[in-house]
Nanobody
Framework: QVQLVESGGGSVQAGGSLRLSCAAS????????MAWFRQAPGKEREGVAT????????VYADSVKGRFTISQDSAKNTVYLQMNSLKPEDTAMYYC?????????????????????WGQGTQVTVSS
């Protein structure tokens, strides 16, 4: 069983930046893809960004394009989410997710059901 541990959340004013980290452990092989999701109170979990491990191909939600960047450090089994120009509507619990089972022929989608392994989440709060 893989363990995913997020860190880097916090409180920031609008326009500020945060970098989230997600460290994976427990498996001796790389994930097929990893992703960041977020969930605000009373709302459904939504995909933020995904990255395919073998080639770094990324997908972003329209709401974060140009502001957020997902990246990976395979040597450290860690994925990052650099968040710039933060807005109050970015306030949410951010979750890291990993897939180890799907075909790598597909670009990993922003769908929670694609991923089987999840972290506990890290809170991001953006004040106006």
């Amino acid at each position: 069983q893989v363990q995913l541990v997020e860190s880097g959340g916090g409180s920031v004013q609008a326009g500020g930046s945060l970098r989230l980290s997600c460290a994976a452990s427990g498996y001796t092989y790389d994930s097929n893809s990893m992703a960041w999701f977020r969930q605000a109170p009373g709302k459904e979990r939504e995909g933020v960004a995904t990255i395919r491990t073998r080639d770094g191909r990324t997908v972003y939600a329209d709401s974060v394009k140009g502001r957020f960047t997902i990246s990976q450090d395979s040597a450290k089994n860690t994925v990052y989410l650099q968040m710039n120009s933060l807005k109050p509507e970015d306030t949410a619990m951010y979750y890291c997710a990993a897939d180890y089972e799907r075909s790598t022929a597909y670009v990993p989608p922003l769908l929670p059901t694609w991923y089987n392994d999840w972290g506990q989440g890290t809170q991001v709060t953006v004040s106006s």
